[in-house]
Structure formats: C-alpha cells, structure tokens
T-cell receptor
C-alpha cells in the first residue's frame, strides 16, 4: 500500500536558518505529492505540490522537488521566519492506482525562535 | 480560501450518545472527505464522497457513517460515541477540472474538536 514517511520532530531553528524537512514515499502508481502546513488552531493549508517526476513545487519561499529515483519530496526554505512556525505534512495521492485519496505523513512540528 | 465551514467547531459529549458533524461548502466541488487527526498519526481518512448519495469507506471507518444528500453538505455521524473517537475532525473538498493534479488537491475546513467523556 501507499505510505509517507517524514522526519520526526520537533524541529527548532533560529530565525534565518536553512530548513529541510525530509519526506519519502511508497506508492504503487504515479503519485502527486503535496506539502500542507497547519498553523496552531487552524486547518491544513496547501503549501505546494508536484504532479510528476522532476517537477518543483514552490510557494512562500518554500520549495520541494519530486525525485522519483529516490522516492523523495523534501521541503526546503533558505531563511525561515518566526511566522513559519507550524506543523508540516507531506502527502501523496496515487491517481495512477485509481484513487485520489491523500495519504499523509505524521507531520513535523517546526518552531522558529527569534 | 476555499469556502468550507464545519459545525460545531467544538463539542463535548458523553460516551454512548450520537453525534453529527456537518461540513458545508460553497465551491460546488464534487468530492468531499472526512479525516480525523490524532497525535502521532497525522490525518487518517474516515469516509469520502464522490457525488450526491455516493460515498465510500476510508482507512478508519469503523464506528462512523456519512451522508450526502446535497452537493454542499457532507455529514459525519458517530452512532454511539466512544472515548477513542475523541479527536479533531477535518472536512476537505476537491474537484476534477481536467488539469493534472487538481482532483488530488484537497482544501480543508477549520476542523471540529470533539471530546467524548
């Protein structure tokens, strides 16, 4: 079956530090890949996505590249801000297997300190 | 932001009582989903709908039922609530536009926090 594994947190960084959150996946078909962000007390917001190999998703300074050879979709940001403190979820949708359901990783909590 | 509301936003109930959570959308999207979020588990799919009166089970459907009589509303019912159903419940929607990746892209509501005592 499909699965998503992301690095366990919590992750604590100083403002302006470089961020990497690792995400790897297992899928039977050709998945689309997503990063969602959840701010405290809120629902999930789509951060970025990629639908095929070598695609790069980007938004708000965050980037992730769909690497089929390593089955990875790592999230990066060059300089984090306090406002980036949130929980980040990696997810996949395996439309190639006939399903558009999302499979989520367990989430990584990021705290950015001034 | 996608027009998705959930009600109630918070609820405390007792074991054995029925509970219904409502998800309402103004986007006219075809697909709707119910998830639960628990520490250490991320989000897990409970049920989903691919049209009016068309629903199917997700990963953790035991103890839950759903109904969709109108495009805009998707109800989740706990027939007899248990303490293990204490969780945060999220509704999501998506639409098939023909553009790659759109149907898989889900937009989430603000969540309902449920406590079963």
């Amino acid at each position: 079956g499909n699965s998503v594994t992301q690095m366990e947190g919590p992750v604590t960084l100083s403002e302006e530090a470089f961020l990497t959150i690792n995400c790897t996946y297992t899928a039977t078909g050709y998945p689309s890949l997503f990063w969602y962000v959840q701010y405290p007390g809120e629902g999930l917001q789509l951060l970025l996505k990629a639908t095929k190999a070598d695609d790069k998703g980007s938004n708000k300074g965050f980037e992730a590249t769909y690497r089929k050879e390593t089955t990875s979709f790592h999230l990066e940001k060059g300089s984090v801000q306090v406002s980036d403190s949130a929980v980040y979820f990696c997810a996949l949708a395996d439309s190639g297997a006939g399903s558009y359901q999302l499979t989520f990783g367990k989430g990584t909590k990021l705290s950015v300190i001034p | 932001d996608a027009g998705i509301t959930q009600s109630p936003r918070h609820k405390v109930t007792e074991t054995g009582t029925p509970v219904t959570l409502r998800c309402h959308q103004t986007e006219n999207h075809r697909y709707m989903y119910w998830y639960r979020q628990d520490p250490g588990h991320g989000l897990r799919l409970i049920h989903y709908s691919y049209g009016v009166k068309d629903t199917d089970k997700g990963e953790v459907s035991d103890g839950y039922s759903v109904s969709r009589s109108k495009t805009e509303d998707f109800l989740l019912t706990l027939e007899s609530a248990t303490s293990s159903q204490t969780s945060v419940y999220f509704c999501a929607i998506s639409e098939q536009t023909g553009i790659a990746g759109d149907q898989e892209t889900q937009y989430f509501g603000p969540g309902t926090r449920l406590l079963v005592l």
